[in-house]
């Protein structure tokens, strides 16, 4: 009963490295998405998908990229990392659109800190 | 422009008392609510939704109260539990599957 898996839990990257955040669902959810958590504040949209082979962006997509091949993945990649994308991402998935179908089942988090 | 306020950063409340924690929004085109709780390292959970054409739900000790003309909600834990003691968030959405939200409330629950 796996619901939405990240990984890694933790990574350091230097200036300018890239990195992918792996995000995967076992709940045949349609919906995807992935916001970070900046310290005392709340989340913020990166991207999100509706479906395989869809993808949009949220409040902040600057500096990200998504893509959805499959229905369970879902991997954020960062190109050139800086310091301001310090953060806590989480990735989510829901079944859809609408009433109860609008919550949203999250992961654990990756800490990424840039230096 | 933040569309969803939760105006209180954090709130401090006795074992057994009754905790709110308060949330406005600015959109009108919101037509479902969410509250989600959140333990440190870890990623949050479902807590408690809403429906804009209610005015009230109950799950057990906790209750989601909404004011569309006020566009305020409320969510009330009563009694409190020293491990009610997390950070919730107000989150919003509209029927494009997106949610927004606030910046989140921390309870503290003492025992």
């Known amino acids: 009963n796996a619901g939405v898996t990240q990984t890694p839990k933790f990574r350091i990257l230097k200036i300018g490295q890239s990195m992918t955040l792996q995000c995967t669902q076992d709940m045949n959810h349609n919906y995807m998405y992935w916001y970070r958590q900046d310290p005392g504040m709340g989340l913020k949209l990166i991207y999100y998908s509706v479906g395989a082979g869809i993808t949009d962006k949220g409040e902040v997509p600057n500096g990200y990229n998504v893509s959805r091949s499959t229905t369970e993945d879902f991997p954020l990649r960062l190109e050139l990392a800086a310091p301001s994308q310090t953060s806590v991402y989480f990735c989510?998935?829901?079944?859809?659109?609408?009433?109860?179908?609008?919550?949203?089942?999250f992961g654990q988090g990756t800490r990424l800190t840039v230096v | 422009d933040q569309q969803v306020k939760q105006n209180s950063p954090s709130l401090s409340v006795q074992e057994g008392r009754i905790s709110i924690l308060n949330c406005d929004y600015t959109?009108?085109?919101?037509?479902?609510f969410l509250w989600y709780k959140k333990y440190p390292a870890e990623g949050p959970t479902f807590l408690i939704s809403?429906?804009?054409?209610?005015d009230k739900n109950e799950d057990g000790r906790f209750t989601v109260f909404l004011n569309k003309s006020a566009k305020h909600l409320s969510l009330h834990i009563v009694p409190s539990q020293p491990g009610d003691s997390a950070v919730y968030f107000c989150?919003?959405?509209?029927?494009?599957?997106?949610?927004?939200f606030g910046d989140g409330t921390t309870l503290t629950v003492k025992p």
């Open positions: 809403i429906s804009s054409i209610k």
């Open positions: 959109n009108s085109m919101f037509d479902y």
């Open positions: 989150a919003a959405s509209n029927n494009a599957g997106k949610s927004t």
């Open positions: 989510a998935s829901s079944s859809g659109t609408g009433g109860m179908n609008t919550e949203a089942f």
